[in-house]
């Protein structure tokens, strides 16, 4: 499949200098930086959807605090003033 991208001059010229760095295809290098992106960015969705679902199940087993516990824990913790 041919897909036509068009990239400033200053990102076609990073992307010439890394693929003439390795010794690679300019075009083999542009695919390979897009699945590393791609991959990485599914990746990351799925981290969060793990961290979301896992502060759920803590709520629904009674493990959380209030905001207010939290919030002097970092007032503390950074020597923040107390509210007024």
Known sequence: ???????????????????????????????ELLASALEWELQDSQEAIQGIQQGLNDFDAGMFRSFEEFAEEKRRKYNLPADS
């Open 1 to 31: 499949m041919t897909i036509v991208v068009s990239l400033s001059p200053e990102l076609e010229a990073r992307l010439l200098e890394k693929a003439a760095r390795q010794g690679q295809d300019v075009s083999f290098v542009a695919a």
